[in-house]
């Protein structure tokens, strides 16, 4: 099953900070984030394995609960380059997965100066 | 360094007939995937392959083949296109180990009238 992410869309000011939800109805062993700019190939932004951990990417850090399946991506301080579509993907857990992401439709991110 | 290459970039095919995408890698990846992508679904996963001469399907494999001769290439073939795969399609690899990144290619932009 696909994650689902929220919210669908988000419009920020210059400065601004925003939150970005991925909810998954399996048990997981990791999640992904990406974002694509309009035209272009999805960048990697940064992985978060099962154990609860946070990591930060300058000013975007992340946060993943695996007892709720659940993984929030926090943008502070938005620049205009945090523009475009932030997609989450989501690796199970148990088996062998061969690294395959399911990816959420993705969140449409717009600052505005 | 090219990364991940798709060729061609566009192209618009006319319902029945056929085509291949080329997805080429120059990071010696032992995996590699192609996923379409879809306003508002993110995206899906096609076939995968995680060495050279296997392929497997995922989540959405009906209506394409693949193969994985080289290691460095994998390629999408489309028998009989159908309008319901007008789509941009993406391919991905990644290492065996590491941290599981995705690198992408940019993207081949399908139509089918």
């Known amino acids: 099953q696909q994650p689902v992410q929220s919210p669908q869309a988000v419009i920020l000011r210059e400065g601004e900070d925003a939150v970005i939800n991925c909810s998954s109805s399996k048990a997981l062993y990791s999640v992904h984030w990406y974002r694509q700019k309009h035209g272009e190939a999805p960048v990697f932004l940064m992985i978060?394995?099962?154990?609860?951990e946070q990591k930060g990417h300058d000013k975007i850090s992340a946060s993943f609960n695996e007892k709720k399946q659940q993984s929030s991506l926090y943008l502070t301080a938005s620049q205009l380059s945090y523009s475009g579509t932030y997609f989450c993907g989501t690796r199970l857990a148990g088996g062998t997965s061969y690294g395959k992401l399911t990816f959420g439709q993705g969140t449409i991110l717009t600052v505005h100066p | 360094n090219a990364g991940v290459t798709q060729t061609p970039k566009f192209r618009v095919l006319k319902t029945g007939q056929s085509m291949t995408l080329l997805c080429a890698q120059d990071m010696n990846h032992e995996y590699m995937y192609w996923y379409r992508q879809d306003p508002g679904m993110g995206l899906r996963l096609i076939h995968y392959?995680?060495?050279?001469?296997?392929?497997a399907k995922g989540e959405v494999p009906d209506g394409y083949n693949v193969s994985r001769l080289k290691k460095q290439n994998f390629l999408l073939g489309l028998e009989s296109a159908a309008p319901s795969q007008t789509s941009v399609y993406f391919c991905?690899?990644?290492?065996?180990?590491?941290?599981?990144?995705?690198?992408f290619g940019e993207g081949s932009r399908l139509t089918v009238l």
């Open positions: 978060l394995l099962k154990g609860g």
């Open positions: 392959s995680v060495g050279e001469g296997t392929t």
């Open positions: 991905a690899s990644r290492q065996l180990s590491g941290t599981g990144e995705l690198f």
